[in-house]
Nanobody
Framework: QVQLVESGGGLVQAGGSLRVSCAAS????????MGWFRQAPGKEREFVAG???????QYADSVKGRFTISRDNAKNSMYLQMNSLKPEDTAIYYC????????????????WGRGTQVTVSS
């Protein structure tokens, strides 16, 4: 059974940094693409970043240059380093996995975590 568990969320001031993590279990050694999505209050869930097994990355325009996605295959973990945080980054951050290529559509992701709250104060 596949399980994705996010951690590391919290409250941070604008301009600060935070790293959220995703621990994956139950994924086979297939080459899963991992992604981060977020959902702010009253808004739809949106793509943040994606990372293929080969190291290709894709970022939403709103986070380019500020966020970095990475993974540690030995630990079955994925990370999102968030720098220069803004109040508009406040959201629940979800980790997801898909067996296909990096995609910004949440419909294409097979597995989801429950999310971790990130709050950026002004």
């Amino acid at each position: 059974q596949v399980q994705l568990v996010e951690s590391g969320g919290g409250l941070v001031q604008a301009g600060g940094s935070l790293r959220v993590s995703c621990a994956a279990s139950g994924l086979t050694r297939s080459r899963y693409v991992m992604g981060w999505f977020r959902q702010a209050p009253g808004k739809e869930r949106e793509f943040v970043a994606g990372l293929s097994w080969s190291g290709d990355t894709q970022y939403a325009d709103s986070v380019k240059g500020r966020f970095t996605i990475s993974r540690d295959n030995a630990k079955n973990s994925m990370y999102l380093q968030m720098n220069s945080l803004k109040p508009e980054d406040t959201a629940i951050y979800y980790c997801a996995a898909t067996r296909f290529r990096i995609t910004t559509s949440q419909k294409d992701y097979d597995y989801w975590g429950r999310g971790t709250q990130v709050t950026v104060s002004s």
